[in-house]
């Protein structure tokens, strides 16, 4: 049974890989751009085979890897939880037990993308100590037991927390954690670029490194990557307790994970697909009549689906990847791109608007509402999200970068973000592309997309940049110039020219759907299930 689910884990990454032409181009460009972190990474990992790395080579190595195995199992929960081929609950009916079904849960493990990763820097590791040859005996001994124990943390970990992840809500909360995790890790490599490099580049960086590697050999997930540190000092008996204690981990959670799979077994987790409809505001808020109650089916969508909120977070994302660096540079004439990007970001938030709703667009589509009516609700919806982010991107380059034409700025950023909504609505109507179900992952994608998902989503980029270009170039005249007279003429026209082809791109949108609703209806109820 263990060949069979390894094969059958391979059959399943390869055809999620080939599904379509767009799926083979991006893993193609997924896979060269881990190839190349990966051969840096490795190329890291081999220099410090070198004689004048043997002080430093210890210390690194195992803190390194006990990060990675620390961190894969965190990555594992946050990112969604388990994968269908290795839920345990999907042999509820078939007639094993844990103890049968473990060493083939485990071999299709070992073949995930997770366990092959840590596996090649396990192997990059021994190449690392190829100078001294008995600890590179037993840098090939950790490997083994490195990948026994990060395979089993993420199993151990995932089985215990199965009733957790299966429901929804908390899947999609993880989700976001992680998105916000990696913004903020990026806002913060922008204040560690500037204030504290130096500083950490220098001798200090290698005592911290040191301690931290001191404190991480007496920790489970650094026991089993600490025993060729251990042989270099000669610390045998220290290299013994490490030996024995990376044993009995292995042991014990194997032993759990076992119990684990028993008790899903006989107590399947219930995945919690539905979401509790609960009563709202909005109706009281919003104006009476048709357009109001479009508004307000919209607006509750946009607040209980997490993966149109991931969404709204890439128009916080623009300004805040932008202004920190530009501050912290002494670089503030950039900020006046920051409402300028948040513009045109939002034509890509608005783009997929009829996807994400899936099979419950047949209840605009059957009813006697026009698809013109429908468009200039959602973009309503869409300029009551974004406006805010917008306005204060304006403030924000007015503060701190003052002495730019304000009526130019004003229009440049009003009239891209006009373009953007109109091209948001347009693009909505023209393309769909399959999503997974709204109980899936934030970050999940079917391998079902086309190229026309890759062409509306260039249009996105392309169309509010050309729209927005007469104000954009006139603001820069009157920045320049010093002219008010060509500020307020970038105003004028990046007003004029938004409101056009907001206007348009709704009219169009609409009169489209009008006559085409049985085929966006069959393109968007294509998703995985």
């Not at 840098?139 to 089985?159: D, K, N």
């Not at 920790?219 to 000669?234: H, K, R, V, Y």
């Not at 204690?245 to 994970?257: D, G, K, M, Q």
């Not at 500020?487 to 006559?515: E, F, H, I, K, Y």
């Amino acid at each position: 049974m263990a060949g069979y689910l390894a094969r059958l884990q391979l059959k399943l990454v390869w055809r999620g890989v080939t599904a379509t032409t767009g799926r083979i181009v991006a893993s193609a460009i997924v896979l060269l751009y881990g190839l190349g972190m990966l051969a840096l990474l490795g190329a890291g990992i081999v220099a410090l085979g070198i004689d004048e790395a043997a002080s430093v080579r210890g210390p690194v190595l195992t803190v390194a890897m006990a990060a990675v195995t620390l961190g894969w199992p965190l990555m594992a929960v946050v990112s969604g939880g388990d994968s269908n081929l290795l839920d345990p609950a999907r042999f509820a009916l078939m007639p094993r037990s844990g103890r049968e079904l473990a060493p083939a849960l485990f071999a299709a493990a070992v073949l995930s993308p997770g366990a092959l990763v840590v596996g090649i820097i396990a192997l990059l590791v021994v190449t690392a100590w190829r100078s001294e040859p008995l600890p590179a005996l037993f840098a090939a001994a950790q490997l083994v037991l490195g990948i026994l124990t990060s395979v089993l943390l993420v199993r151990v970990l995932l089985a215990a927390l199965g009733p957790l992840l299966g429901r929804r809500r908390v899947r999609e909360r993880l989700g976001v954690v992680l998105l916000l995790g990696v913004i903020g890790a990026g806002v913060g490599s922008q204040f560690l670029s500037y204030d504290r490099a130096g500083v950490l580049l220098g001798p200090e960086l290698l005592v911290m490194v040191t301690a931290a590697a001191r404190i991480a050999r007496w920790t489970p997930f650094g026991w089993c990557w600490s025993l060729s540190w251990d042989a270099q000092q000669g610390a045998w008996p220290v290299l013994l307790v490490h030996v024995v204690a990376s044993l009995v981990l292995i042991v014990v959670l194997a032993s759990c994970w076992v119990r684990l799979i028993d008790r899903a077994l006989v107590n399947p987790v219930i995945r919690d697909e539905a979401a509790r409809v609960k009563g709202s505001r909005l109706d009281e808020l919003l104006p009476s009549g048709l357009m109001g109650a479009l508004m307000g089916r919209e607006l509750r969508y946009w607040r209980r689906d997490q993966r149109r909120f991931v969404q709204l977070i890439s128009i916080v994302l623009v300004p805040l990847v932008m202004v920190f660096p530009a501050v912290l540079g002494d670089q503030r004439e950039m900020i006046a791109l920051v409402p300028y990007m948040c513009a045109v970001v939002t034509s890509a938030v608005s783009a997929w608007g009829l996807s994400y709703d899936g099979s419950a667009l047949w209840i605009i589509a059957l009813s006697q509402v026009s698809a013109v009516q429908d468009r200039a609700a959602r973009v309503a919806v869409v300029a009551l999200m974004s406006g805010p982010v917008l306005l204060a991107g304006l403030v924000l380059a007015l503060v701190l970068a003052p002495g730019y034409d304000v009526p130019g700025l004003v229009g440049m950023a009003v009239g891209t973000w006009l373009v953007s909504l109109g091209t948001g609505t347009w693009v909505d109507a023209m393309w769909q592309q399959p999503m997974p179900p709204p109980t899936a992952s934030v970050f999940s994608r079917n391998p079902g997309s086309t190229s026309e998902t890759f062409v509306g989503s260039m249009l996105t980029m392309i169309m509010p940049v050309l729209g927005g270009a007469p104000s954009v170039l006139l603001f820069i005249l009157a920045t320049v110039t010093g002219r008010p007279v060509l500020g307020w003429a970038g105003l004028a026209v990046g007003l004029l020219v938004g409101v056009l082809a907001c206007w348009g791109g709704v009219v169009l949108a609409g009169r489209r759907l009008d006559r085409r609703w049985p085929e966006v209806l069959g393109k968007v109820k294509e998703r995985l299930t």
